[in-house]
């Protein structure tokens, strides 16, 4: 049973001789290290791509040529066929149950220009129509949102994102102003309210405008996303059942063949994001666990150089009556404690090196909960492992041969 005599023993071994002392605690602390900072890095990124899907139309079911996230390359997707207007078109007139189908192309990444301003060019010009809005879980601020007449008679209306205001109105109302896209003249009708970013990446860097407008600018031959929505989130199954039967009639896909086009939800997004993070957790924690392995080696090591240097002091406190079991016990501690010090200071290390991936992303704190306890049994393991057979040779040295041990 460990004790506060034992524990002081275990602190006053580990200062006798720093230098052995600091190698293997270094090799500890880089072990818990990696295995930290690569699992509070992924639990980051899973954290902030959990809180981006929670500000995206959860009940939005999106329709798209490639799968969202691919990790391995399919021949057979690249070469499918375009998603065209004429077919979302279509799609919008022959869907019963899904609702409010919105276009989603990004015609140009330009400059957006208002008297002498000019904003970088950076400005994605979006063609939709008046669902586009809802479906993305946007807000109007101030002003209207698009309309069925401005999409059907391919008004030059815009709605711009918070972004263009603050960068060309910042003491102006923009409503009502006319706004250069492209060497094309648009009436400002609308401005969205603030969104945020992701990765360094604005949602609100972007103006709106009908989908015909862009077609007739911009020309309609491209692969764009579908996006609709179910009546309510219990329906999204429903949503999906829907637009797959009615997809594969538009784009002629045979009986038997598979759908050469993707529907992504936020479960499914979700999914593939678990499947990725999933293979980032299992090397990091593989990579730890060999780093751990050659630190236990080394703590065996320091263990048994403790006991040949102390083989005298085991004498003597055999000879005054200490018990195979105390001196077992003994060693035993010093090997947990060298271990635990380690594997707090890695921890340390490793939670604050991780979440600097949230300083950088504007994200949330993490501190991944099971992996510091697993870290902590884990470091016990190791110290109970790779000390004890050191333990049992100390406890197993005859009193009279130790005594005279030089």
Known sequence: MFNFEIISQAIKALFANKLRSSLTLLALIIGVFSVLVSTTAVAVLDNYFTETLSIMGSDVVTVQKNPAIQLTGDNNK?????????????????????KGMSPLEGFSMTKIQYASRETEPNVVVRGSNEFYIENNAYEIESGRNLSAEDVQYARSFVVIGKDIQTELFPNLDPLGKEIRIDGRNYLIVGVLAAKGSIF??????????????????????????????????????RAIDE????????RAVAPGQENDFEIVTNDSLSSSFDSFT???????????????????????????????ERTKEIGVRKAVGATKNA????????????????????????IAAGNALAYVINASVV?????????FLGMLLIGVVFGVYPAFKAAQLDPIESLRYE
């Open 200 to 237: 360094g990446s604005s949602f609100d860097n972007f103006v709106l405008i009908p989908y015909t407008t862009g077609i007739s600018v911009y020309g309609g031959y491209r692969d764009i996303g579908i996006q609709v929505r179910a009546p309510e989130i219990s329906g999204i199954q």
């Open 278 to 308: 999933s293979v980032l957790y299992i090397g990091g924690a593989f990579i730890g666990l060999i780093t751990l392995l050659g630190a236990g080696i080394g703590v065996m090591n320091i263990m048994l150089v403790s006991v040949t």
């Open 327 to 350: 001196i077992v016990t003994q060693f035993l501690a010093e090997a947990v404690f060298i271990c635990q010090i380690g594997g707090v200071l890695g921890m340390i290390f490793g």
């Open 367 to 375: 501190i991944p909960i099971w992996s510091v306890l697993g870290s």
């Open 78 to 98: 690249r070469n499918r066929k375009r998603i065209t207007f004429e077919q979302a078109e279509q799609l919008e007139e022959r869907i019963v149950y899904a």
């Open 243 to 250: 637009l797959t039967g009615v997809l594969r009639v538009i």
